[in-house]
């Protein structure tokens, strides 16, 4: 089992840009990784995904936007956030998704991400 450690959450203006980081206890080489957010009262919504094949995946609220990102020999995957609006405020976290068993997912314990004006 894999634990995940989320950070680079923060204040920004609307925008302005943010790098959240996702350090994983161990190798993700098997794992497909993900950024979710949520917010009161809304279910988790995915973000972004890449795969161990590199296969990226983005939601329709963030494209163009953001970033994902992996590293897999320092066993972090990002998600680089450009031109924030105040509804991409929210908890982020960071899932991992092992190849093997597809309906499985790893949490993070998440990231706050305020974009105000």
């Known amino acids: 089992q894999v634990q995940l450690v989320e950070s680079g959450g923060g204040l920004v203006q609307p925008g302005g840009s943010l790098r959240l980081s996702c350090v994983a206890s161990g190798s993700i080489l098997n794992y497909n990784m993900g950024w979710y957010r949520e917010t009161p009262g809304q279910p988790r919504e995915l973000i972004a995904r890449r795969t161990t094949a590199g296969i990226t995946t983005y939601g329709d609220s963030v494209k163009g936007r953001f970033l994902i990102d992996r590293d897999n020999a320092k066993n972090t995957v990002y998600l680089q956030m450009n031109s924030l609006k105040p509804e991409d405020t929210a908890v982020y976290y960071c899932?991992?998704?092992?190849?093997?068993?597809?309906?499985?997912?790893?949490w993070g314990q998440g990231t706050q991400v305020t974009v105000y004006s």
């Open positions: 899932a991992a998704s092992p190849i093997n068993d597809p309906h499985n997912k790893y």
